[in-house]
C-alpha cells in the first residue's frame, strides 16, 4: 500500500478507492492505529480529513465572511518554466502533479485568478496546513509584541517559569519566534528516534511505543527538551519552538490559543469557516503544525499581510514579520535550494527583488505572498516526501513565473 512510486495521478485518492463504502473494506481502511494517515499514499485522503485521526477543537469562524470574486485565467495553466536543475520546460498544470496538489488557488490584486481541486479536496475541506501553522502564531506573537505585551528581549522563563529546567527557558522570545534557540532536538523526519519523533509520541499523533513512559502531552514534553549549544548563534528549523510561543500567547492573554486565534484573526478578517486545531489528550493545541482550515481561508490570511494587515493586523506588527530574520544565521548547507532566504517571526524569507514571504508545511502547504506581483498563492499538498526540498525545484520556479505572467 506504500509503493512511493505512484505519481501524482495515479496516486489520486479517488482513484485508489480510499475509504469508500458503508463499511470500507479492509484493504481500503485508514487506520490511527496502524499510522495510515501519515504514510503514502493514504495521506492523498487523510489531510483533507484529520478530524478522523486526531481530537480537535474548533477555531470559530464569524459566519460573515464572503468569497474572493473569481476573475478565473484559465491559460495560467499553460505558463511554462524551467524546473531547479531541470532540462527542460514543464507546464504549471505539470507542477501541480509533480507537487501530489490536493488544491491550489493564485489570487492577483484580490481576484482569484487560477483555481484547480484533486481527489477527495473540495473549498469546503479543512485541509491540514501542517507548520503554515507556524506562521499563524508568529503573526499572533508579533501583534502582542506591537501592544507591549510581548519583550522580544524577555528570557521565556520571565513568562513560563515551568520551562525554567529546559533549553527553552534561559532563551530569549525573539530567539525561540526565530528559531535561533539551541536546543538538544534534531528533526529529521525519516528517523523514528529523532527528536520530531519523541515530539510526536508525546502528541499523540502517532501510536506510542510498546512501554512507552515518555509524556503523554505537549506542555510536559517541552520541559524535557534539553538545550545545546549557544542561543542566538543561528537558525536551526525545530517545530516545539512554536508550541513554546503558543505557550506564551496563552499565557499572556489568558485564553486558550483556538480562541486567541479565533479573536483576532478568523472573525476580524472574515475566515469563511471553522477551522480545526489538533489538541493532545491534555488539550494542549499542536501549535506547531495542528491548523486545519479551507484553503480560501488560507489564501485571505497571506492576502492580509500583503495588504499591510487589511485593516487587522497592524501596519508595523507586518512590517516586522516582512522584514525577515538574518540570512547570516541562515544554514544554507540544510536548504541549498534557498540560497539568500531567512527565517523570521516563524515566516520564511526569499529577500529577492519582490520581496516575496513564504508560510511552509511539510508534503507542500504553501501560502506564497508576492507584495511586487500583487500575488498570493495558497496550495495543500500529500507529497510522499515530507521535507519541502522534494517539491521546491518545481515549486519555486512556479510561483516565480506566474508572477511575471500576472505583472510583466
Not at 484493504?27 to 495510515?36: N, V
Request: charged content about 20%; glycine content about 12%.
Amino acid at each position: 500500500m506504500a509503493d512511493v512510486q505512484l505519481d501524482g495521478v495515479t496516486s489520486d485518492p479517488v482513484t485508489m478507492g480510499w475509504m469508500v463504502g458503508a463499511p470500507p473494506p479492509p484493504e481500503k481502511r485508514i487506520l490511527a492505529a496502524r499510522a495510515d494517515h501519515m504514510r503514502f499514499p493514504m495521506i492523498r485522503w487523510a489531510y483533507s480529513n484529520m478530524r478522523c485521526f486526531a481530537p480537535t477543537i474548533r477555531v470559530a469562524a464569524s459566519g460573515t465572511g464572503t468569497p474572493f470574486p473569481r476573475a478565473l485565467r484559465p491559460e495560467l495553466a499553460d505558463v511554462r518554466f524551467t524546473p531547479t536543475g531541470g532540462d527542460g520546460e514543464i507546464s504549471f498544470a505539470q507542477s501541480l502533479i509533480e507537487a501530489y496538489t490536493d488544491g491550489i488557488l493564485v489570487l492577483h490584486k484580490g481576484e482569484v485568478v487560477f483555481e484547480r481541486w484533486f481527489g477527495v479536496t473540495e473549498p469546503e475541506t479543512r485541509h491540514i496546513a501542517f507548520s503554515v501553522t507556524k506562521s499563524f502564531v508568529g503573526t499572533l506573537v508579533q501583534m502582542l509584541v506591537g501592544e507591549g505585551r510581548i519583550d522580544l528581549a524577555a528570557r521565556v522563563d520571565s513568562v513560563v517559569p515551568e520551562l525554567a529546567p529546559s533549553g527553552f527557558g534561559s532563551a530569549t522570545i525573539g530567539q525561540v519566534l526565530n528559531m535561533t534557540s539551541a536546543l538538544d532536538f534534531s528533526e529529521d523526519y525519516g528517523d523514528p528516534n529523532s527528536g520530531i519523533g519523541a515530539y510526536s509520541a508525546a502528541l499523540g499523533l502517532t501510536p506510542r511505543p510498546s512501554g512507552y513512559t515518555g509524556p503523554h502531552n505537549l506542555w510536559d514534553y517541552l520541559a524535557t527538551v534539553r538545550g545545546q549549544g549557544q542561543h542566538g548563534a543561528e537558525f536551526v528549523y525545530r517545530t516545539p519552538n512554536t508550541d513554546v510561543l503558543a505557550w506564551i500567547v496563552t499565557r499572556v492573554e489568558d485564553k486558550p490559543l483556538h480562541q486567541v486565534l479565533s479573536e483576532r484573526l478568523w472573525q476580524p478578517l472574515g475566515m469563511l469557516g471553522d477551522a480545526d486545531l489538533m489538541v493532545d489528550e491534555a488539550g494542549s493545541p499542536f501549535a506547531g503544525g495542528g491548523l486545519n482550515l479551507r484553503l480560501e481561508d488560507l489564501l485571505r490570511f497571506g492576502e492580509a499581510l500583503r495588504l499591510d494587515g487589511a485593516g487587522v493586523i497592524p501596519e508595523a506588527d507586518v512590517a516586522r514579520i516582512r522584514s525577515g530574520g538574518d540570512p547570516a544565521h541562515f544554514n544554507i548547507d540544510g536548504y541549498p535550494q534557498l540560497a539568500g532566504w531567512s527565517y523570521g517571526s516563524q515566516w520564511w524569507h526569499a529577500h529577492d527583488n519582490h520581496g516575496a514571504f513564504s508560510g511552509r508545511g511539510i508534503h507542500g502547504q504553501t501560502i506564497w505572498i508576492d507584495p511586487v506581483a500583487e500575488m498570493v498563492i495558497a496550495r495543500f499538498a500529500s507529497h510522499p516526501t515530507a521535507a519541502n526540498g522534494a517539491n521546491d525545484p518545481h515549486s519555486l520556479p512556479a510561483w516565480r513565473a506566474l508572477a511575471d505572467t500576472l505583472n510583466p
